[in-house]
């Protein structure tokens, strides 16, 4: 059974300064990977997606993540944080039919 | 073009009491899911629907949810009898196709509180 770790609950960040959300999966096959954005109050929003084409991804509102098999990780990065993207992130795995398993989810505070 | 639509959005029973949520997903959209999210936790998939009929219910507490969507289009999910530790939110979200693209649109959720 697939199933993602999410390291970090909270992370705390400077406006302009770059942002890291770590995530690592595991899987007795190769997953397909997915951050997913939830603004307070808002639905689930798609970030980005990997499945197995190209291992550095670029998703929406300048946010990339890079599938590392050797490290089962797939972290969320962006090179400078704005306030808007304060909310909470969530990675994804997907092994077969659409049936997503949600990681327990980062909250990013971005702080003047 | 219109997003998924679910309503109430926010629901205080008390527990032993019933409540019911519905959806509509976006337009065309074949494949239907809800979800709990727990305070704290992840979504938690409750149901899967393709059309009318049901891909995966294992996660679905038959004893007390029940959920249905007779023509292929919106959905009602059924809580009775409500217990505390179904207080979450229950989001509803669709798909185009069933298959392994991930791609879901959710929507803004349903805030239940039993007490």
């Known amino acids: 059974a697939q199933s993602v770790t999410q390291l970090d609950s909270h992370v705390s960040v400077s406006e302009g300064t770059p942002v890291l959300l770590r995530c690592n999966y595991s899987?007795?096959?190769?997953?397909?990977l997915f951050w997913y954005v939830q603004h307070p109050n808002k639905g689930l929003q798609l970030l980005l997606k990997?499945?197995?084409?190209?291992?550095l991804v670029k998703g929406i509102n300048g946010f990339e993540a890079e599938f590392k098999k050797s490290e089962t990780s797939f972290h969320l990065t962006k090179p400078s944080a704005h306030m808007s993207d304060a909310a909470e992130y969530f990675c994804?795995?997907?092994?077969?039919?659409?049936?997503?398993?949600f990681g327990t989810g980062t909250q990013l505070k971005v702080e003047l | 073009e219109a997003g998924v639509a679910q309503s109430p959005r926010y629901k205080i029973i008390e527990k032993r009491q019933s409540v019911a949520f519905w959806c509509n997903p976006i337009?065309?959209?074949?494949?239907l899911y809800w979800y709990q999210q727990i305070l704290g936790q992840g979504p938690k998939l409750l149901i899967q629907?393709?059309?009318?009929?049901?891909?995966?219910d294992s996660q679905l507490p038959k004893d007390r949810f029940s959920a249905e969507r007779l023509k292929g289009v919106d959905s009602t999910l059924k809580i009775q009898p409500a217990k505390l530790e179904d207080s979450a939110v229950y989001l509803c979200?669709?798909?185009?196709?069933?298959?392994?693209?991930?791609?879901?649109?959710f929507g803004e959720g349903s805030r239940l509180t039993v007490l």
């Open positions: 979200a669709s798909s185009l196709v069933a298959g392994n693209t991930g791609e879901l649109f």
């Open positions: 899987s007795s096959y190769s997953p397909s």
């Open positions: 990997y499945t197995s084409a190209a291992t």
């Open positions: 994804v795995s997907t092994g077969g039919g659409n049936k997503l398993t």
């Open positions: 337009s065309g959209h074949a494949t």
């Open positions: 629907f393709q059309n009318n009929g049901v891909v995966d």
